[in-house]
């Protein structure tokens, strides 16, 4: 079984109250869900043009399923604060300036890193092989190959 847990997108501005997928168009996401859930986070699919652009995209071409998981993107309580330092760090994205900072706090991508493990440990614990969803932009992608 194989799949693409992509964790590329790691906050480093403390504990988020969410859980998103980037993008989300496989079975991935219900499990994430459920591992947010469980972990006291809120969650949500949201479209975004990075599941296309992301490290995931050349395994999804060939038909791997896959996930972006992401966090601190919801406008939820616990999360403005998250919000407005990674809008303040794009300023420096790509730039000289573009590296670890002093007031970084990785207290929340300990924790996303740790969820991501949880999916991995159950995905590869399942009985279900993950699939993308029948509407996936992925599934059409696929079916012409």
């Known amino acids: 079984m194989v799949v693409v847990i992509n964790l590329d997108g790691v906050q480093a501005f403390g504990s988020p109250a969410d859980m998103v ?53 919801l406008p939820v309580e616990g999360n403005k604060t998250i919000r407005e330092r990674f809008t303040r760090s794009l300023e420096r994205i790509h730039q000289a300036s573009d590296g670890v900072q002093d007031d970084w706090d990785l207290t929340g991508a300990a924790q996303d890193a740790f969820m991501g493990l949880q999916l991995g440990y159950s995905v590869v614990h399942s009985n279900t092989k993950p699939e993308w969803n029948s509407d996936s932009t992925w599934t059409i992608v696929v079916r012409k190959r």
């Open 21 to 73: 997928s980037l993008g989300g168009q496989s079975s991935l996401d219900a499990e994430l869900e459920r591992i947010a859930r469980l972990n006291g986070r809120a969650f949500a699919v949201r479209d975004s043009a990075l599941c296309y652009y992301s490290d995931q995209g050349p395994f999804a071409v060939a038909g791997v399923p896959a996930i972006f998981p992401a966090s601190g993107q």
